[in-house]
Nanobody, 117 residues
Framework: QVQLVESGGGLVQPGGSLRLSCAASGRMAATNFMGWYRQVSGKDREMVAFISAGGGTTYGDFVKGRFTISRNNAKKTVYLQMNSLEPEDTAVYYC???????????WGEGTLVTVSS
């Protein structure tokens, strides 16, 4: 069983930066995708960024070059560097691991990011 533990959330002023981390434990298939979703209360969860084991990336349209996703396969950890944060980025950010050959998804418990002055 895979477990995901997020860290790095918190309060930041508009225009500031945060770096989220998500560490996976347990057995992972070589083919996997790790990434981030976010959710505001009362709204659907939306994809922020995803990265394959080979390093291919996908970003949500709203990112607009402000966020960068990366990963360390040896540490089974994915990172999300968020710059130029806006109040609209306030949300709970969830880490997700996708194992396509098993058609399985695993989620972290989420970390709150609040952008406010």
């Amino acid at each position: 069983q895979v477990q995901l533990v997020e860290s790095g959330g918190g309060l930041v002023q508009p225009g500031g930066s945060l770096r989220l981390s998500c560490a996976a434990s347990g057995r992972m298939a070589a083919t996997n995708f790790m990434g981030w979703y976010r959710q505001v209360s009362g709204k659907d969860r939306e994809m922020v960024a995803f990265i394959s084991a080979g390093g291919g990336t996908t970003y949500g349209d709203f990112v607009k070059g402000r966020f960068t996703i990366s990963r360390n396969n040896a540490k089974k950890t994915v990172y999300l560097q968020m710059n130029s944060l806006e109040p609209e980025d306030t949300a709970v950010y969830y880490c997700k691991l996708r194992l396509p050959q098993y058609d399985k998804d695993f989620w972290g418990e989420g970390t709150l990011v609040t952008v406010s002055s």
